[in-house]
């Protein structure tokens, strides 16, 4: 176990629901995306809309890649609750990194 994950499994500040989300987000390789849907299937939940939730609320970013996480449509969703302006940028920004660092 790393140490973000020892984090996450230990903290007291998050619910249990948000601890499954953001452990199953760990599991989302570098350079990689998951949509808001598939990650709530991983973790047995049917609410794509209930993941965004726990995933705007994630004290653990970047450590707990929430800028992983897209819609279904391909689109980039959101980011710390904006779905436009500079988060989202920062969102791209993170994303473009990764997937140069992958080549």
């Given amino acids: 176990m790393n140490e973000i994950e020892r984090v996450v499994r230990e903290s007291r500040e ?3 629901f948000q601890r499954r ?3 199953a987000l760990l ?3 570098r ?8 990650l709530a299937r991983r973790i047995g939940c049917r609410s794509a809309q209930a993941v965004g939730q726990a995933l705007r609320r994630n004290p653990f970013a970047p ?3 929430c800028h992983r ?3 279904s449509d391909g689109s980039i969703g959101g980011f710390h609750g904006q779905r436009s302006g500079e988060m989202i940028d920062r969102k791209r920004s993170l994303l473009e990194a ?3 660092c992958e080549k």
């Fill in 31 to 38: 350079g990689e995306t998951i949509t808001y849907g598939e």
């Fill in 69 to 71: 996480v897209i819609s």
């Fill in 21 to 23: 989300v953001y452990l």
């Fill in 27 to 29: 599991e989302v390789p």
């Fill in 63 to 65: 450590e707990v890649p």
């Fill in 98 to 100: 990764e997937a140069s």
């Fill in 14 to 16: 998050i619910s249990e």
